[in-house]
Nanobody, 117 residues
């Protein structure tokens, strides 16, 4: 079992600032596809960005050009650099680990990001 712990959330005021989220895994993340998802109040959880073990990335259209996902397999950590933050980025951000071709999926507890105008 993989345990994921997110950190780095907080309040950004005014909008336009940056935050860097980290997701630390309890073990190696080599071979796992890692992702960041978010859930705003009253809305469904949505994919923000994902990165394969080969560092192929995928982004939601709403964050392209502003957010960057990266990974450090040696440290077992995934990052989400968020720039030019907008109030609509306000949400709880969750880290997710998927093992390809399996049903193994793990979620972190989430970290709150609040962007105030």
């Amino acid at each position: 079992q993989v345990q994921l712990v997110e950190s780095g959330g907080g309040l950004v005021q005014p909008a336009g600032g940056s935050l860097r989220l980290s997701c630390a895994a309890s073990g190696t993340i080599f071979g796992w596809t890692m992702g960041w998802h978010r859930q705003a109040p009253g809305k469904q959880r949505e994919l923000v960005a994902s990165i394969t073990t080969g560092s192929r990335t995928n982004y939601a259209d709403s964050v392209k050009g502003r957010f960057t996902i990266s990974r450090d397999n040696a440290k077992g950590t995934v990052y989400l650099q968020m720039n030019s933050l907008k109030p609509e980025d306000t949400a709880v951000y969750y880290c997710r680990a998927d093992y390809p071709s399996s049903s193994e999926v793990y979620w972190g507890q989430g970290t709150q990001v609040t962007v105030s105008s």
